[in-house]
């Protein structure tokens, strides 16, 4: 399978909210390209609800895949509570038609949680190589971070807890 190389710069994040309430610390972001290839940031603890975080990670990305995954996600005492994902479009920032090889593209998308209210935006910079001369610098995700890797699902409409990956797609229709 043909990989490029995908470096990632986390840059910030705006207004992030659980259920209406500012978060007010340790916030860190994981990015997914697929179940088994994530990474995360650091924790910022001293953002609030605005964090900067300004870290960069590279990662392998398959030629085939369609989106990657961001998830801001808090840690309050010794649990995990996910504040929102966005699926990014593999198109946003690679095709025939963008720019040349190594061009950072700034993006900003609107986050939201498994019930598709909005909790914040993420800004991120892109920028894709076909050169694999950087992926030798993977960063694996911290120990603490691996056990969030999706969206936990509400026991009502009949699941019963558990785990989804990536942001439901019926997220995508809602204004």
């Known amino acids: 399978m043909?990989?490029?190389?995908?470096?990632?710069?986390?840059l910030s994040a705006e207004n992030l909210c659980v259920n209406k309430k500012a978060v007010e610390?340790?916030?860190?972001?994981?990015?997914?390209?697929?179940?088994?290839?994530?990474?995360?940031?650091?924790?910022?603890?001293?953002?609030?609800?605005?964090?900067s975080w300004n870290e960069k990670l590279v990662m392998a990305m398959p030629m085939k895949a369609w989106f990657i995954t961001l998830q801001v996600i808090s840690k309050v005492g010794s649990a995990y509570r996910v504040i929102g994902g966005v699926n990014v479009p593999v198109s946003d920032f690679f095709g025939s038609h963008k720019t040349a090889e190594n061009y950072a593209h700034l993006l900003s998308y609107r986050l939201k949680d498994e019930k598709c209210d909005k909790t914040g935006v993420i800004n991120v910079s892109i920028k894709v190589s076909n050169k694999s001369r950087h992926l030798n610098k993977l960063r694996p995700c911290s120990p603490s971070s691996k056990p969030v890797v999706g969206l936990a699902v509400s026991e009502k409409n009949g699941y019963h807890g558990g785990v989804v990956m990536g942001i439901p797609m019926w997220c995508a229709s809602r204004a």
């Open 25 to 51: 610390k340790n916030s860190f972001v994981v990015v997914k390209v697929d179940p088994l290839n994530f990474y995360a940031t650091r924790a910022e603890s001293e953002g609030g609800c605005s964090p």
């Open 2 to 10: 043909a990989f490029l190389s995908l470096e990632i710069t986390i």
